[in-house]
């Protein structure tokens, strides 16, 4: 059940100031669920939106491909290093204090950015310090997914957690979206100062929600969580190694399509600014919708783990396509005007899934345990917002685009036996 009370708004009992004696309005878990949204939409601005600006990027920085992918891979480093110590620390110190801290730090660090990691007329910052300002973003970035899904997890009961933590996820494609479709067009128009501030903002306004509405749930409500804590330990946990890493590995033909999918339209299949940024925001805007319905779906059949393996066979058999699709065009030029449509078909097909296999994570390692188990998850997703962006470089060399669709296709059709239901 949802942690509700009887009055209007969230204020503390006569004299007392600590969450367990404060009293919440019925439709406050809602609150929480949208600060959860605004928090993880303004950091997906940021990893999904930066790699968006590739093309200007790799120009405004005077960078090659290796470089490229070396700077945005360590922006997803960062986030893999720092998640499960935020999970940590949030399982023992609160949602609250860390998504506090991590959005400050977040909006602060960008700021920095701004001013000082941005090409100028008379400078131009090198691949180090983008890199090692970009690894710092996700470094303090990384605080936001395991906060929000305990907070969520908290104030959201069994019937509900799965549709509440699939609109939690929408917000990936959502702040992808809005990133893919704006920072492109604001870096060439108003340069890297305006991207970064422009992010710096939107972490900042998060923070300003999250310090308003977010709380923890009352007492009674906290036992409810106590009382569906059960097993070990996530970090011994063997089925929550095998959902991580099978999210891991979805995640790796996702983060491709994010990183390299604008280089990929612009330097193949010849596209414009325009057709590249649209494409990668109908990806996110298709995931977005998906991963509503999924959750509610599944919610009302309990096929969890069904869904998660339809979603790996269907992700597997789109990329294969779209690596047939590039080699056709190349023989036969008329098909170019295909690869942006399958690109969103592909992207979409591999971003559907998230609110429900966090859920089915959440629901393994219990409610205590939340924020430790939804960061070990997301520690393997963002080795692919690492590895990713600097292999691809490599794979263009040794294969060409097809060998980068068919390996994105080989890793969703090995998560596929994965989320097999344990005997």
Not at 41 to 68: C, E, K, W
Not at 407 to 420: E, G, M, N, T, Y
Request: proline share 5%; glycine share 12%.
């Amino acid at each position: 059940m949802s942690a509700i009370a009887t009055r209007s708004d969230c204020q503390p009992s006569a004299g007392v100031g600590n969450s367990s004696r404060r009293v919440f309005a019925p439709n406050h878990r809602w609150k929480v669920l949208g600060i959860g949204v605004a928090a993880n939409a303004g950091f997906s601005a940021t990893f999904s939106g930066i790699p968006a600006t590739a093309v200007v990027m790799r120009q405004g920085y005077h960078l090659d491909n290796v470089s490229l992918g070396l700077a945005l891979g360590l922006l997803g480093l960062g986030v893999a290093l720092s998640e499960l110590p935020w999970g940590v620390l949030t399982d023992r110190w609160g949602d609250r204090r860390v998504l506090l801290t991590g959005l400050g730090a977040t909006a602060a660090w960008l700021f920095l950015m701004a001013m000082l990691v941005v090409p100028t007329k008379t400078v131009i910052p090198g691949v180090t310090l983008l890199s090692a300002s970009l690894l710092v973003a996700g470094l303090l970035g990384g605080s936001v997914n395991g906060s929000s899904g305990r907070a969520i997890m908290g104030w959201f009961g069994e019937g509900e957690r799965g549709f509440a933590m699939s609109i939690r996820q929408t917000a990936v494609p959502l702040g992808g979206g809005l990133g893919a479709l704006v920072l492109p067009s604001l870096a060439v128009a108003l340069g890297f100062t305006a991207v970064f501030g422009l992010l710096a903002a939107v972490s900042a306004l998060s923070a300003y929600f999250a310090w308003r509405w977010l709380h923890e749930p009352p007492a009674e409500s906290r036992g409810d969580t106590a009382k569906t804590t059960s097993g070990p330990a996530p970090l011994r946990n063997i089925e929550v190694w095998r959902i991580s890493i099978a999210i891991g590995l979805l995640c790796f033909p996702q983060v491709a399509v994010l990183t390299f999918a604008s280089v990929f339209l612009h330097d193949f299949a010849g596209m414009g600014t325009w057709v590249t940024s649209a494409s990668l925001a109908a990806v996110q805007t298709g995931a977005m919708v998906m991963r509503v319905w999924s959750g509610r779906f599944t919610d009302r059949y309990g096929n969890r783990r069904p869904f998660l393996k339809f979603c790996s066979a269907s992700s597997a058999l789109a990329f294969l396509v779209l690596c047939l699709l590039v080699i056709g065009a190349a023989a036969v030029p008329a098909l170019m005007p295909l690869l942006p449509l399958l690109v969103v078909v592909a992207g979409i097909s591999v971003s559907a899934w998230h609110g429900v296999a966090y859920t089915e994570l959440a629901t393994l390692a219990g409610a205590g345990h939340v924020g430790t188990a939804l960061s070990l998850a997301n520690s393997f997703v963002f080795i692919g917002f690492c590895l990713v962006p600097i292999a691809i470089p490599w794979l263009l060399v040794f294969f060409a685009w097809p060998g980068v669709w068919l390996a994105a296709a080989v890793c969703a059709a090995i998560a596929w036996p994965i989320f097999l239901r344990p005997a």
